[in-house]
């Protein structure tokens, strides 16, 4: 579709918090080795917390929906990822407006909610960090805009992934995983695979 209603975006939410719910054995092994071992948990109890959040409720935009997500990770998840994915919702949120989104608006979101990621986590493309996903999957956006928000999402979504293995090799420098120096190298990133999992199902629930 060239838009996205906002009943899809809570789609999205939902099918994000099964994906999540799936696959938090592996990212919790993933942070056990450079990490303490509750990425996915704290990944669970967030999104499960925001389907309950969701369950019942109306929203008159899709900005008050993301603001109902943010708000209820950032009070659920304890660890790093909760405030970051957060503060992701509520920009991303801000920026969507009313009606139905356009693959533009829709890149607009996307950028201002890593903004916000990097303006509270400091960390840039290399430190090995869900950062190193979201700014390949930022770039193929934009430059696959002009196909559409589907194609545009998948490539995202495949960028992502293609940047989430490009860390896996090098050293951490934010994060828990920095704790470990030169030990963290050859490790996958556990917020970097929440994000392309985010990616991926944003492409199946958003196009
Ligand atoms: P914690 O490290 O507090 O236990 P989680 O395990 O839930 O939190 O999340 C860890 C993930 O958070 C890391 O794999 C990394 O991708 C991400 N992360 C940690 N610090 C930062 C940061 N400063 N900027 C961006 N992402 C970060
Ligand atoms: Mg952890
Ligand atoms: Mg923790």
């Known amino acids: 579709a060239d838009v996205v209603e906002t009943a899809q975006f809570s789609a999205w939410m939902r099918r994000y918090a099964d994906v999540i719910h799936e696959n938090a ?8 080795a450079i990490g303490d071992a509750d990425h996915g948990s704290n990944m669970d109890r967030g999104m499960t917390a ?6 019942g409720a109306e929203f008159a ?17 304890g660890g790093a990822s ?15 407006g009313d009606g139905p989104v356009d693959a533009a608006t829709l890149g607009d979101a996307l950028h201002a909610g890593v903004d916000g990621i990097v303006q509270r986590g400091k960390a840039a493309v290399g430190d090995k960090t869900m950062i190193d996903a979201w700014v390949p ?26 940047g989430r293995d490009a860390a896996t090799p090098l050293v951490a420098h934010k994060g828990r995983a920095s704790y470990l120096g030169e030990r963290s190298a050859g490790h996958q990133d556990p917020g970097a695979t929440s994000t392309v999992l985010l990616l991926e199902t944003a492409a199946a629930t958003l196009g």
């Open 50 to 55: 925001v389907v309950a959040a969701l369950d």
């Open 137 to 162: 999957a930022l770039e193929a956006y934009d430059a696959a805009q002009a196909d559409g928000l589907d194609v545009a999402l998948r490539a995202a979504a495949e960028a992502g992934a293609r």
């Open 82 to 96: 909760g405030p970051l994915y957060g503060t992701f919702f509520l920009r991303f949120g801000g920026k969507l």
């Open 25 to 32: 054995g592996l990212l919790t092994e993933l942070d056990s």
């Open 61 to 77: 935009s899709a900005a008050e929906l993301f603001k109902k997500v943010g708000m209820t990770l950032v009070s659920s998840v």
